[in-house]
Nanobody
Framework: QVQLVESGGGLVQACGSLRLSCTAS????????MGWFRQAPGEDGDVTTY?????????????DYADSVKGRFTISRVNAMNTVYLLMTSLKPEDTATYYC??????????????????WGQGTQVTVPS
């Protein structure tokens, strides 16, 4: 059974930093794109309501960020550990959300669309008070 487990969320003051981690088990994603999405407080629904944050291709050769986080967030991965990271700096209150890790079940493809991804973590909460 494939599982994605996120960690590293929490409460941080504005301008602070957090690093989220997501470790996969049950299969390897060393040839697959992994991404991060988020859902703001008060929003409810399936993955189609998630906001794209970032993705990283299997070898890190293709990386993409939402405009809202570009220059502040950095996505990275360690395939040997089946883990993807999201380093978040200069955090703002509008970054408050539940952050979800996602993995593509196919090899060598990538997308910003949440519906493209086959596997999801349970989410980790990030709160940046205003």
């Amino acid at each position: 059974q494939v599982q994605l487990v996120e960690s590293g969320g929490g409460l941080v003051q504005a301008c602070g930093s957090l690093r989220l981690s997501c470790t996969a088990s049950g299969r390897t994603f060393s040839k697959s794109t992994m991404g991060w999405f988020r859902q703001a407080p008060g929003e409810d629904g399936d993955v189609t309501t998630y906001e794209f944050v970032a993705f990283i291709s299997w070898n890190g050769g293709s990386i993409d960020y939402a405009d809202s986080v570009k220059g502040r967030f950095t996505i990275s991965r360690v395939n040997a550990m089946n883990t993807v990271y999201l380093l978040m700096t200069s955090l703002k209150p509008e970054d408050t959300a539940t952050y979800y890790c996602a993995a593509d079940g196919r090899d060598y493809t990538a997308s910003r669309r949440a519906t493209y991804y086959d596997y999801w973590g349970q989410g980790t909460q990030v709160t940046v008070p205003s």
